[in-house]
């Protein structure tokens, strides 16, 4: 669906504080203009339980003698070097009348992920208390008191500034396959300037006797590098400082070996020890099982608002679920996240908090990417647009440099596309939002790198993009893209035999029959749309389309692929609420036999 920003308390300062004591309040003010602002308020006082924390400790904000409180009003948690004359964002922020995120009262479970009813808030006391929780945004923090409406806000009161006990710390933990073979990539970030960033490993849990030096950028990129600065948020308001990005190289890792490790730096800290397991060695019969989605996005943990699109302002609710039950499924051995990754927008403090939810699977399995709408749109991309709030792919390609054929190249010129192999499966990722047309860069990278797919080793070929091919959808945008990438590149997937081509986008869960120029045949491709990780729902259409065997958009979860044997698969939606399965399709590709038969003959003649 097209989305376009509403506006909200929280998206903006429009005017400088109104404190009496702030330096921002204009010098020219005579002694009964001063009595009579005093008299009205202006001995607010805003206090903090802590000036300095540790990442994830709760810290209580109180406010006093607000004489004049309404039920608009709210309290924000800034960067504190942000210049509050300007326009500018709150990282995050709760209603003083509720105490959360939502303007209204409710009576919603989160893990639910729906409002069920509302009700008008009484205007909140002069005295009272909320709760926060701030993951490590690396720098000093203070919160603002703000009143008035949304088009004339207030600043009646802020705290001292909050700092962080250990800002340097890493954090956002990511690891993900490397090209070919058995390379392995960490990523991470980290505050502060490094004294010889790393990773401690080894091959048993307690002793990291081996040392690898990590590559860093100590600024990934800076405000100038993101567009539409003009009107989007990205380079503006909702610009965060970035640590710096580091990663290091495994290679020549044995396969299917535990590695333990750690990450960081004598001078700024450790992260905590733990392990994950190398790639498999590519085998037609080795089982492999991933879980794969798209659209997840993020979710404060602590019910405060930020700048979403769904939910009433509340982030992606059910992303935590998903995240929680996939840290919690043994059974998955990587992710593949298709598309729409954080719900950043151009509000660049939520890939702080996206990283923080994941890294407990991050961490330990590879989280696999595709490039979205909402990481590449903007005005003079392949699709224009408003969807990524100016980030234009920069946010995505500094974290995720592994899914591109570039990454070292300029912003403007990655290509984030790729292919990887695992276990008995080729996958093959492509963006829709870059040119994909016959003749284009890409086009002509797809065509190569099905030239590559053995199945005499990796007889399940996946692909997968964001913007779907096939979708039952009531928008018309949907259909035109669909039928855009039907004329592009469908040739090119029967040809090649494509077992399941994955896409997101549209918020439900969509499984088609299989597929030859829009008609159920059996030796068609089998589409998935798996946008069901935490967005809010998409509209389903009353009649389902003719393709449709099964469609949903009631749950949210993720898809687990299970490739059990060179002929077999298995392709499950499980819920996020209890992890029960919602739908449940198997896949016998007796055809894989004489496609394993012909590349082992094409092998034998080399």
Known sequence: QPYHERAHPKQFILSGPLMHNNKHVQQKENAEDRQRRYLEGAGAVLNVSSTVIEENQEITVTWDNIVYAGPNDWIGAFAADKNLTLFTSPIKFKFTATGSGLKHHHDAKRKGGGIVTTTTPA????????????????????FLYITGNLQYPQVVAETEVVTYKFPNR????????????????????????????????????GELTNWIDA???????????????NLQPAGRQGYLEPAA?????????????????????SAHGWSLETSFLSKPKPDPERPTTLAAFGDMGNVENDGSGQHSWDFNDQGEIPSENTTNLIANDPLSEFVLHIGDISYAVGYLAEWDNFFKMIQPVS???AWMTAIGNHEQGYSKSFYPGMDSGGECGVAYNSFFPFASQNPKAPFPERQPWYDFVYGNVHFIIMSTEHDYTPGSTQYKWLEF??????????????????????????????????????????DMLIDNQ????????????????????????????QHMVIGMAGYEHSPLPPKPASFIAKRDATYWGYLRMNFQNSTFGQ????????????????????????????DKKKKMKK
Not at 190 to 198: D, F, H, I
Not at 507 to 525: A, F
Request: proline share 7%; net charge positive; with cysteine.
């Open 215 to 229: 590559e860093y950028k100590a600024k990934p990129y800076s405000p100038g590098d993101f567009c539409d600065t």
């Open 170 to 205: 890493p954090t956002g933990i990511h690891i993900a396959f490397g090209h070919g073979g058995t390379t392995m990539l960490v990523y991470w970030m980290a505050g502060g300037e490094p004294s010889r960033p790393g990773m401690k490993w080894g091959l048993k849990a």
């Open 449 to 490: 790198a099905f030239t590559t797919v053995d199945r005499s080793v990796t007889p399940w070929l996946v692909f997968a993009g964001h913007r779907p091919m096939y979708v039952d959808s009531a928008f018309p945008g949907d259909q035109q893209v669909a039928k855009q990438l039907q004329g592009a590149l469908e």
């Open 363 to 365: 961490s330990t399995k």
């Open 498 to 525: 494509v077992d399941v081509a994955l896409w997101g986008h549209f918020h439900t869960y969509q499984r088609t029959c299989r597929l030859k120029k829009g008609v159920c045949s059996q030796d068609g491709v």
């Open 123 to 142: 205007p909140p006391p002069q005295s009272g208390t909320v709760k926060f929780t701030l993951v490590n945004y690396r720098k000093p923090i203070k």
């Open 245 to 265: 990005h580091m990663h290091v190289t495994l290679p020549d890792i044995p396969y299917d070996t535990r590695v333990y490790y750690q990450i960081g730096d």
């Open 571 to 598: 392709l499950s939606y499980i819920s996020d609420q209890d992890g029960s399965v919602l739908d449940n399709y198997q896949m016998s590709k007796e055809q894989h036999t004489a496609l394993i038969a012909r």
